[in-house]
Every structure is written in C-alpha cells, then in structure tokens.
T-cell receptor, first 113, second 116 residues
Framework: AQTVTQSQPEMSVQEAETVTLSCTYD???????LFWYKQPPSRQMILVIR??????QNATENRFSVNFQKAAKSFSLKISDSQLGDTAMYFC??????????FGQGTRLTINP | ETGVTQTPRHLVMGMTNKKSLKCEQH?????MYWYKQSAKKPLELMFV???????ENNSVPSRFSPECPNSSHLFLHLHTLQPEDSALYLC???????????????FGAGTRLSVL
C-alpha cells in the first residue's frame, strides 16, 4: 500500500520569504501522480500543483514549484515570495489508480507579516 | 463558487439522532467521494461512487450510510454516532476517465460534525 509522509507538522516564515514543504512517499508503482493541496481556514481544499511521475521536468505554477526526486521518492513544494494568503494547511497526496488518492498528515504553514 | 457545495456547514447531534449530510457538484463530474478529516490524521477515504455506483467502501462502520441518487448529488446518512465520529466530513468530485488518477479531485468546504 502507498503511504505519504509529511515530516513537518508546522512551519512559520515571514512574508516575502521562500519556504519549502517536504513530502516523501512509498510506492512500488512506476506511473502515478503527485499533488499538493492547500486548505485555508475556510476549509476549502484547493489544488495547488500536480506532477506526473513520468515527466522529469518539475511542475511550476506561478509562485509555486515542486522538486520531484523520483528515485528518492521525494516531492517537496517551494513557495516563493510568500504572501499572507498562503497561510493554510498543505497536504501532499499520491494518486495511482482511478479515484484513489492517499494523503499525508499535512503541514500547517503560517506566513507572518 | 467552487463547484462543490456541502450542507450544512456545521452540525451538532446527539448519539441517538439521525441526520444527513448533503453534497452537490456543479462540475459535470461522474465520480464523488466522502472523506473524514480528524485532527492530526491524514484524510481518510470513506466512500467512492463512480457513475452512481459505489466502487469502494473502506471498512466504514454501518452507522454511516451513503447514498448517490444521481451523478450530481451525494448524501451521507448518519445514525447512532459516537463521540469519536466528530470530525470534518469532506465531499469531493472528479471526472473519472479510468486508468491513472490524472483526474483532479475538487473538494467542498466540508461539514463540521460534533457528536455529543
């Protein structure tokens, strides 16, 4: 069974700084997808970015980018020029078969003014 | 407007009550999900419906009973719950095209359930 581990329960940085959230996963599969979801205090889970395992190029989405290391089974999220609105819980998720997503425990990120 | 709407936002119920959570998606998706989110635990997948048929039930107690009358609506019927069932219940939907999970799941804002 796949597992996803986020080793940082909480992080806190100053506004405009860069922050990296860690995620590791365990799988024997070769083809899969990885996701980062954001859950702000409003509770709405929002997709931030996704990575297809067969693509070597790291995904980017504006200020958000990932460092995907397939051999190491690592999938970290980098947030550049952090903003107050980035304060949220961030969940890393692994997807293999249709409908199946396995989530990590989450990292609570606080951006301080 | 996120496309996935859950009602109610908050629910307090006694252990002998019967209540229902409702989820509606306006995205034209064909798969819907119920998740349980408890403090300091990963999201737990409870039920999956694809094309209105239940395709997964992750050993959820029978006091939780899902219903999917059509591809846009999903219910979670609750009865004789326990205090440990208190959690945030999230609904999600996706376009299930089969194969790899490249289809993105879109979530509602959840129902915060408290069982007294």
């Amino acid at each position: 069974a796949q597992t996803v581990t986020q080793s940082q329960p909480e992080m806190s940085v100053q506004e405009a700084e860069t922050v990296t959230l860690s995620c590791t996963y365990d799988t024997s599969e070769n083809n899969y997808y990885l996701f980062w979801y954001k859950q702000p205090p409003s509770r709405q889970m929002i997709l931030v970015i996704r990575q297809e395992a067969y693509k070597q190029q790291n995904a980017t989405e504006n200020r958000f980018s990932v460092n995907f290391q397939k051999a190491a089974k690592s999938f970290s999220l980098k947030i550049s020029d952090s903003q107050l609105g980035d304060t949220a819980m961030y969940f890393c998720a692994f997807g293999r078969g249709a409908q199946k997503l396995v989530f990590g425990q989450g990292t609570r990120l606080t951006i301080n003014p | 407007e996120t496309g996935v709407t859950q009602t109610p936002r908050h629910l307090v119920m006694g252990m002998t009550n019967k209540k229902s959570l409702k989820c509606e998606q306006h995205l034209g998706h064909n798969a819907m999900y119920w998740y349980k989110q408890s403090a300091k635990k990963p999201l737990e997948l409870m039920f999956v419906y694809s094309l209105e048929e239940r395709v997964e039930n992750n050993s959820v107690p029978s006091r939780f009973s899902p219903e999917c009358p059509n591809s846009s609506h999903l219910f979670l019927h609750l009865h004789t719950l326990q205090p440990e069932d208190s959690a945030l219940y999230l609904c999600a939907s996706s376009q299930d095209s089969g194969g790899l999970a490249k289809n993105i799941q879109y979530f509602g804002a959840g129902t915060r359930l408290s069982v007294l």
